[in-house]
Nanobody
Framework: QVQLVESGGGLVQPGGSLRLSCAASGSIFSINRMGWYRQAPGKQRELVAV???????NYKDSVKGRFTISRDNAKNTVYLQMNSLKPEDTAVYYC???????????????WGQGTQVTVSS
């Protein structure tokens, strides 16, 4: 069973830091793009950061300079280092990845279960 499992969310004060992790497990041939999305109450899910298999990255404007996405291909894991957190960063954060799986191989879009990040004093 292929799945994405996130960890690292929690409660942090404004200006603090958190590191999210997302590990892909199961019979995976390879992983293309990996990314992080977030959804705040009453709002649509939005892209926060994405990283390609080659390491190219792209960020939502409001997190540039504060968040860093990275990946460890040997561990099938993507990370999101979040610094200088603000209350408006409060949301459920979801991991997303495009995985080559199955026989014959096909590319599927997978989502993690989400992890809550709350920035509050």
């Amino acid at each position: 069973q292929v799945q994405l499992v996130e960890s690292g969310g929690g409660l942090v004060q404004p200006g603090g830091s958190l590191r999210l992790s997302c590990a892909a497990s199961g019979s995976i041939f390879s992983i293309n793009r990996m990314g992080w999305y977030r959804q705040a109450p009453g709002k649509q899910r939005e892209l926060v950061a994405v990283i390609t298999s080659g390491g190219s990255t792209n960020y939502k404007d409001s997190v540039k300079g504060r968040f860093t996405i990275s990946r460890d291909n040997a561990k099938n894991t993507v990370y999101l280092q979040m610094n200088s957190l603000k209350p408006e960063d409060t949301a459920v954060y979801y991991c997303n990845a495009d995985l080559w799986v199955g026989t014959p191989l096909r590319l599927y879009d997978y989502w993690g279960q989400g992890t809550q990040v709350t920035v509050s004093s």
